[in-house]
């Protein structure tokens, strides 16, 4: 065992959103990365095929990202894990990768884990490679993450109305093409300076006075677009500012860094909730009071099927709704979700503030 | 003909039922059509418009053309419409017109359910069905066949009925073993089809209409709603009047020919168009893994619209596959 050779070591991880070039920074010192296929329908139907009918639809995503990514000849697969049923998917998924007679070691995060700690469980992976050197790549990675999340965010609030239409899209395309190419965490910040300037001289054709939307909900369907239909993108080409808190870097944030955060969603959410509802339903309602005192147009609430946490949140989201004739609408993602009814919903929402707004601007 | 004098075109395309107004511009309704869609939303739209054609008696203008409902996307692509809306904003334009004070509409259509909350005369908040047809017409029209009772007289029978069976109402599956199951206790079938008529009013409350601020006037509609017994029902429940006008099988096409209206586009509609052949052609993209299904809408031999596609490939291929 003394000579444990880690050029063996394949490993795979999940897909979220635009983050795998980070999660990539953390595993490349350690051993060679096997990135599974873009997800597309086939990776749900694969996840919805082997998983249980009723776990929720993350997990089904990742299942199939990680049965695509072992056939592309991964042997190592990683799990993050969380609060809410996410907590234990690692080991069902374990268990299924085994059934289907893959062969792999699997990782997951270790419980109530630091940087610290978990960087120790990631040596594991790979002894040779210094703690030092792995606390580096995870602050490489979570800069990453805040320049991808940091850039999105103007992008979301702005793409709506852009008057050359692809613009912010192939600009935020080369970023992170060149975002991936970074190996420290000055030129990390130097791109991500120079590409938000980049995205700042796009020209916008804006009403002072936009429609604003804010996605509120679970965090895995909010930040991978595809298992949301593009949500973000269809009601940007609706002409509306797409507002969100919920992105990597703020659930990291708030999970290490300033714990205080968590407390002062509850807050916000008095007199909604008195007690924390698990995961990020809290935020949820927290964010919703909030957005409705702060005059928003209106929120859309998204999650997957039976996802617990945000379920709770949702009889709070009624009564805010109608104390402060907040419109919100609320979408549950599934393996059988149908566009069309996402799109139909949508654009009625969009009708309804548009309505509403010009009502209010004629009084 | 009066040159001044523009009409407008509107079309609901359902997934049961298509149907078709013609109003003036002060929304009078000059001419109507309601007939099945028949699984084929080109030639029920084609029919609806020779009927159209021939109610109308005499020439006229027409200068504007909604679609909504399910074909809305097919049919307005192909007519060339001014305006195409979803049915929730279509019909509580078209209510609004006769019901100026309405706060709640109720719809039960052949596949799908919705309610619309209105405020001082907008709309503030809206659900519709997901995933399950459970209280639905096709439902309702499945459970008549099953009784060999002529759906049109479903609502006689509920009417007659002094003691209504408490049917499960939560999902199709469930009401079908609970039905067939107080059927072979002996209850009568009056009491049966009255259940069924509370069972479809409680399901639709507790789902579609779950934490929605139900106020009165109550306006009734879809083609469910020409069923007495689900009227009395809702009646009952909701300890309120509900209201059912003639017109509320078509307010979705009123409300979109009303949108075509205030729409600032014109077009010159030519009733000739139904003479034209328009079909639909379907492939898989197989550009990548997502394996899009593309439809190509053609008239004749040229590609008017293709969708269905994620991204780009798709919609390059349709292009591409019908190049002249």
């Not at chain 1, 056939?71 to 080991?91: L, P, T």
Request: proline share 3%; net charge positive.
């Amino acid at each position: 065992m003394e000579k444990e050779n880690n050029k063996t070591k394949k490993v795979c991880f999940p897909h979220m959103g635009n983050y795998f070039i980070a999660f990539k920074e953390i595993v490349e010192p350690l051993a060679e990365i096997i990135s599974p296929p873009p997800i597309t329908k086939k990776t749900v139907e694969l996840g919805t095929r082997y998983g249980p009918e009723s776990a929720c639809i993350p997990f089904k995503y990742n299942l199939g990202n990680y049965i695509e990514a072992l056939d592309k000849g991964a042997n190592f697969v990683i799990q993050a894990g969380g609060g809410c049923r996410f907590g234990y998917y690692g080991e069902v998924q374990e268990e299924i990768l085994k059934k289907l007679g893959y062969e792999f070691e699997f990782f997951k995060f270790p419980n109530d884990y630091n940087f610290l700690t978990l960087a120790r469980a990631l040596q594991k992976i790979n002894p040779k490679v210094s703690i030092v050197k792995i606390l580096y790549s995870l602050g490489l990675a979570y800069f990453k993450i805040r320049a991808i999340d940091k850039l999105d965010d103007y992008v979301r609030l702005n793409i709506g109305f852009e008057i050359e239409k692809g613009e912010f899209e192939k600009t935020f395309k080369l970023f992170l093409k060149d975002l991936e190419k970074d190996k420290k965490i000055l030129s990390i910040r130097r791109t991500q300076a120079r590409y938000l300037k980049l995205l700042k001289n796009i020209k916008l054709n804006k009403p002072k006075n936009p429609i604003r939307v804010v996605i509120l909900g679970e965090v895995y369907v909010v930040m991978e677009p595809f298992s949301n239909f593009n949500i973000e993108k269809q009601l940007g080409a609706k002409g509306v500012e797409v507002h969100r808190h919920s992105s990597l870097s703020t659930t990291i944030h708030d999970l290490f860094f300033n714990k205080r955060v968590m407390k002062e969603f509850l807050e916000k959410a008095r007199p909604y909730l008195r007690n924390d509802t698990g995961a990020h339903g809290t935020e949820t309602v927290g964010l919703a009071h909030h957005s409705a005192k702060a005059g928003f147009d209106g929120a859309i609430h998204i999650k997957p099927f039976g996802c617990m946490p945000e379920v709770n949140a949702m009889s709070a989201l009624h009564r805010i709704s109608n104390d402060y004739k907040f419109p919100i609408i609320y979408f549950s993602f599934d393996s059988q979700t149908s566009e069309t009814g996402v799109k139909t919903r949508l654009e009625a929402f969009y009708d309804l503030l548009i309505m509403k707004k010009q009502k209010n601007e004629q009084r | 003909m009066n040159k001044d004098n523009k009409f407008y075109l509107g079309l609901d395309i359902g997934s049961i039922s298509t149907k078709g107004v013609i109003i003036d511009k002060d929304d009078n309704i000059i001419a109507q059509s309601y007939l099945w869609t028949e699984g084929d939303p080109i030639n029920a739209v084609k029919k609806v418009i020779e009927e159209l054609k021939e109610s109308l008696g005499k020439e006229v203008k027409i200068v504007g053309v909604g679609t909504t409902g399910s074909a809305r996307e097919l049919i307005g692509t192909i007519f060339n419409a001014t305006v195409i809306k979803n049915e929730i904003t279509a019909h509580a334009i078209g209510t609004l017109k006769f019901h100026p004070d309405v706060r709640t509409i109720f719809e039960i259509g052949g596949q799908d359910s919705k309610i619309i909350i209105i405020d001082n005369g907008i709309v503030v908040d809206y659900a519709m069905n997901t995933l399950c047809v459970a209280g639905t017409g096709s439902f309702l029209s499945s459970q008549a066949k099953r009784l060999a009772i002529p759906v049109e007289e479903f609502g006689d029978y509920a009417l007659r009925s002094k003691k209504p069976s408490k049917i499960a109402g939560r999902c199709t599956v469930f009401a079908e073993s609970d039905l067939v199951h107080k059927i072979q206790m002996g209850h009568t079938r009056e009491d049966i089809i009255a259940g069924l008529c509370d069972s479809i009013v409680n399901n639709y409350l507790n789902n579609v209409g779950k934490g929605k601020n139900i106020e009165m006037p109550i306006v009734f509609q879809g083609g469910v709603s020409k069923n007495i017994g689900v009227l009395k029902s809702f009646e009952k429940i909701t300890n309120s009047e509900v209201i059912v006008d003639e017109y509320g099988h078509l307010m979705g096409a009123i409300g979109v020919a009303i949108l075509a209206k205030q729409s600032d586009k014109e077009i010159d509609f030519d009733f000739e168009i139904k003479d034209l052949n328009f079909r639909t052609s379907g492939f898989e993209c197989g550009g990548c893994p997502n394996n899009c299904e593309i439809v190509c809408v053609l008239q004749g031999n040229k590609i008017l619209d293709a969708w269905g596609n994620r991204c780009e490939i798709g919609r390059e291929k349709a292009l591409a596959k019908y190049k002249q």
